[in-house]
Nanobody, 126 residues
Framework: QVQVEESGGGLVQAGDSVMLSCVVS?????????MGWFRQVPRKEREEREC???????????YYTASLKDRFTISKDNAKATVYLQMNSLKPEDTAVYYC???????????????WGQGTQVTVSS
């Protein structure tokens, strides 16, 4: 059984920085997973989870949604089985539930990810 657990969300002000963390545990070693951060705005269906950033198994290849690339950074620590999302200069439109996902294939499509956390709420006030 694979468990994915996010942490680090909360209520912040516009312009603040937040780091989200995600720990993965289970049978497969962490360095075999591609990881992704996705976000979902309330009232939207799962299919509309927006890809924020992804990172491959070894951590040397990343992908970002173009509009977020200058403010967000994804990183992976295989020794700690943890993936991070550093979010800077937050805006009210960044308000969403942020989900961490682990998958066997490196992709920016949410459907390619096999294991998901419960999500962590990030609310950015203006």
């Amino acid at each position: 059984q694979v468990q994915v657990e996010e942490s680090g969300g909360g209520l912040v002000q516009a312009g603040d920085s937040v780091m989200l963390s995600c720990v993965v545990s289970g049978r497969r070693t962490f360095d075999k997973y591609a990881m992704g951060w996705f976000r979902q705005v309330p009232r939207k269906e799962r299919e509309e989870r927006e890809c924020v950033a992804t990172i491959n198994y070894s951590g040397d290849t990343t992908y970002y949604t173009a509009s977020l690339k200058d403010r967000f950074t994804i990183s992976k620590d295989n020794a700690k089985a943890t993936v991070y999302l550093q979010m800077n200069s937050l805006k009210p439109e960044d308000t969403a539930v942020y989900y961490c996902a682990a998958g066997y294939n490196y992709s920016y499509y949410s459907r390619e990810y096999n294991y998901w956390g419960q999500g962590t709420q990030v609310t950015v006030s203006s």
